[in-house]
C-alpha cells in the first residue's frame, strides 16, 4: 500500500504557497503551507514532510538557516528551493548545502511540479 506523501511549503509569499498547495493536493499530496521559517521547523520536526520547498529570503530563520540544518543530513527530507536569487554561484551555494534543486521566481508551475513529482517516486 501506498502512503500518502507530504509536502512542506515555506514561504514568505502566503499567495503563492497557497496556490502551489492546492495545485499539489488536487494530484494527491499532503500538503502544508508556513510562511516563516521558525514554523517550518517545528512542522518538520513535528510533521516528518518527505519533500520541502522552500524559499531562501524570509524574515528572522531564512532558507539558508534551515538548510544548514537540514541539507543533506540523514533522515532530512529532500529540498527543493524555489528562490528570486538567481545567481550561478548562489545557486552553486544551494545545491552545495543539501537542495535537490533550485527553481527561481517567477517559477514555471509545470517544470515544478514534474520535478516533484520524480524526486517523491
Known amino acids: 500500500m501506498q502512503t500518502t506523501k507530504k509536502v512542506l511549503i515555506v514561504d514568505d509569499e502566503y499567495a503563492f504557497g497557497k496556490s502551489l498547495k ?21 512542522l518538520i520536526q513535528n510533521e516528518k514532510p518527505d519533500l520541502i520547498t522552500l524559499d531562501i529570503r524570509m524574515p528572522g530563520i531564512n532558507g539558508y538557516d534551515i538548510l544548514d540544518q537540514l541539507g543533506g543530513k540523514p533522515g532530512s527530507p529532500i529540498i527543493v528551493v524555489i528562490s528570486g536569487i538567481d545567481t550561478d554561484e548562489t545557486e552553486q551555494r544551494l545545491l552545495k548545502m543539501g537542495a535537490k534543486a533550485v527553481f527561481h521566481k517567477p517559477v514555471n508551475i509545470t517544470e515544478l511540479v514534474l520535478s516533484l513529482k520524480v524526486f517523491l517516486l
Open 22 to 42: 492546492d495545485y499539489l493536493e488536487r494530484i494527491g499530496y499532503d500538503t502544508r503551507v508556513c510562511t516563516d521559517g521558525a514554523q517550518a521547523l517545528d
